[in-house]
Nanobody, 124 residues
Framework: QLQLVESGGGLVQPGGSLRLSCAASGFDIAYNAVGWFRHAPGKEREGVASISASGGLTNYADSVKRRFTISRDNSKNTFYLQMNRLKPEDTAIYYC?????????????????WGQGTQVTVSS
């Protein structure tokens, strides 16, 4: 069974940091680009960041550039999203996903395996 499980969400004050992790099972992420998405109430699901299978290509939404960093550790079958200088507008449920499309896409329609989501709340 192909599965992704997120962890690391929580409540953080504006300006703070969180690191999300996504552990894969049932497949080897070394052969797949992977990404992070978020869904806030009243908004459409948004691609946040993605990274190619080799790790050589990354792609970020403009709203998170220079604040968020996506990385991967294929030896642990896990990838990460480091989120710094968090803002209240970053509040959302964050999902990790994998794709069979090469490169580093951010279109959620191109991702076929999804985690269950983890809540990130940025508030004072």
């Amino acid at each position: 069974q192909l599965q992704l499980v997120e962890s690391g969400g929580g409540l953080v004050q504006p300006g703070g940091s969180l690191r999300l992790s996504c552990a894969a099972s049932g497949f080897d992420i070394a052969y797949n680009a992977v990404g992070w998405f978020r869904h806030a109430p009243g908004k459409e699901r948004e691609g946040v960041a993605s990274i190619s299978a080799s790790g050589g290509l990354t792609n970020y939404a403009d709203s998170v550039k220079r604040r968020f960093t996506i990385s991967r550790d294929n030896s642990k079958n896990t990838f990460y999203l480091q989120m710094n200088r968090l803002k209240p507008e970053d509040t959302a449920i964050y999902y990790c996903a994998r794709t069979t499309v090469p490169g580093s896409p951010l279109d959620p329609r191109q991702f076929d395996v999804w985690g269950q989501g983890t809540q990130v709340t940025v508030s004072s």
